[in-house]
């Protein structure tokens, strides 16, 4: 069967968060489930400044890419918090163990931020003030576990890229785990450099 990239639309929505439980089954968004990814990436097909790119095999989604633009609106971990919140509740009253998932702990703050701004219906606007030049922001790249090491994740940066390059953006920024050794070996290979890092992560930019 042949793989196409493409970029995603709505009826994607379910195939998406379906990839994305397959590539990270760990992650608190996999074990909150598939209904909650899909309210947590729906902005991502909906929002204007935001967009998704699929590899996909017959329409059915086997890795993809999200992209951000990177203009002062809420970073890319709270709007998937803030979309997928009525979800996450229920998830975590049928699975209150979840409370104590290590991301649960890690992202405290961002989480009591995103309740707070949730009950107060406050969207407050960041100003990014490190983005030089205009920048696209990469907050989810995946490849599911059989398609792996085909090239798949070099496609879907370069159709992000091209994307950006045709609005005009002269950037892309990305964040990764420090351990995942094979996304950095796949974002370097794509041209991307290390610009900063914290205790866990690195943050990788690329001009294009
Ligand atoms: C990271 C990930 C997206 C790479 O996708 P992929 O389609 O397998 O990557 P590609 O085949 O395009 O590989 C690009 C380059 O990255 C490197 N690479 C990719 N997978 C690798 C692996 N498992 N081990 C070592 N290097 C690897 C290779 O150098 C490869 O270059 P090559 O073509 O010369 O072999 C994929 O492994 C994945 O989805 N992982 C789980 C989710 C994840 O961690 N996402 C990143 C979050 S920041």
């Not at 406050?122 to 696209?136: A, C, S």
């Not at 907050?139 to 091209?162: D, F, M, N, R, T």
Request: glycine share 6%; with cysteine; hydrophobic share 40%.
């Amino acid at each position: 069967m042949e793989i196409n990239i493409r970029k995603a639309i709505k009826a994607d929505l379910e195939s998406i968060a379906a990839c994305h439980l397959m590539c990270f089954p760990k992650s608190l968004g996999s074990k909150l489930g598939k209904k909650f990814m899909m309210d947590a990436l729906r902005p991502y097909l909906v929002d204007e400044n935001k967009c998704i790119f699929i590899a996909h095999e017959n329409n059915i989604c086997i890795g993809y890419i999200s992209c951000k633009l990177r203009d002062g609106s809420l970073g890319s971990a709270s709007v998937m918090i803030q979309s997928g919140f009525k979800q996450g509740i229920r998830s975590f009253i049928s699975k209150p163990w979840l409370l104590f998932h290590p991301e649960m702990m890690n992202k405290l703050s961002l989480v009591l931020k995103n309740i707070s701004r949730k009950i107060l219906n406050t969207e407050t606007e960041k100003t990014i003030i490190y983005d030089n030049v205009p920048t696209v922001g990469l907050p989810g790249v995946c490849v599911s576990p059989a398609y792996q090491g085909k090239g798949l994740a070099k496609q879907l940066i370069h159709a992000a890229e091209v994307e950006a390059i045709l609005m005009g953006y002269e950037k892309l920024r990305l964040t990764v785990s420090k351990q995942n050794l094979p996304a950095i070996r796949a974002y370097e290979y794509a041209h991307f450099v290390i610009v900063a890092e914290n205790k866990d992560s690195y943050k990788m930019e690329k001009y294009i």
